[in-house]
């Protein structure tokens, strides 16, 4: 895998589908009867944010993407752009390359969380949630419980999940990310699936004997 370039970060003025997008909302508009389309707009607006990150390298909706999306579901702008801003899950600017995502819920706060922030500050010049390395590469965002409690703390990359984390994995993650690597995903630490550290134990099975 070759290094990333840094994501262009530009206010696009128009904004058209491309085809692996209209194969995908071809797909999600004809689960909903005739007249009822605009129930597609979560849908439709993950396709944006993931043809913006194809294309683009920063994943996000850009207001005229909203515009298009409201076209092809024949409602109002405006109704896209009141669900677009409502959800954390859409990037209403541009973000980095790797949109790091800190959860800081209290099993992973229990667990070392603030360790995972203040190293990902350390490794890219971040200094608060919500901003960009000077790189373009990197964006840190704080996010509510990503459901991966038992493996806590979670740093999510993406769609990926980085489990057990702590400094200085969190320092060779970003440092892999930066040469263009993709780290596997899951426990960094060779756990199996949500079984105690060390691997699982039987009913029949006592640690230390």
């Known amino acids: 895998m070759t290094a990333p370039t840094t994501p262009d970060r530009t206010e696009p003025t128009s904004f058209a589908f491309d085809e692996i997008s209209k194969a995908a909302i071809s797909v999600h508009v004809a689960k909903y009867p005739a007249g009822k389309q605009a129930s597609a707009v979560l849908p439709l607006l993950d396709i944006a944010q993931r043809q913006m990150g ?71 010049g971040i200094k608060h949630y919500g901003e960009t390395s000077e790189d373009g590469l990197f964006t840190m965002s704080e996010v509510e419980c990503l459901g991966g409690c038992v493996n806590a703390p979670i740093l999510q990359v993406d769609d990926d999940y980085y489990e057990d984390m702590n400094a200085e994995l969190t320092k060779e993650l970003i440092e892999a990310l930066r040469r263009g690597e993709k780290p596997k995903r899951g426990s960094m630490i060779g756990r199996q699936n949500s079984a105690p550290e060390g691997g699982p134990l039987t009913l029949t099975t006592i640690a230390g004997e």
Not at 103 to 122: F, H, M, N, Q, Y
Request: aromatic letters at 12%.
């Open 54 to 124: 194809r294309t683009t390298g920063s994943s996000w909706v850009p207001v005229v993407a909203m515009d298009e999306i409201a076209h092809v579901l024949d409602m109002p702008p405006v109704r896209v752009y009141e669900i677009a801003t409502f959800y954390f899950m859409f990037n209403t600017k541009p973000i980095g390359r790797f949109h790091l995502q800190v959860c800081g819920t209290t099993p992973c706060w229990l667990r070392g969380s603030d360790e995972v922030r203040d190293s990902i500050k350390a490794c890219t």
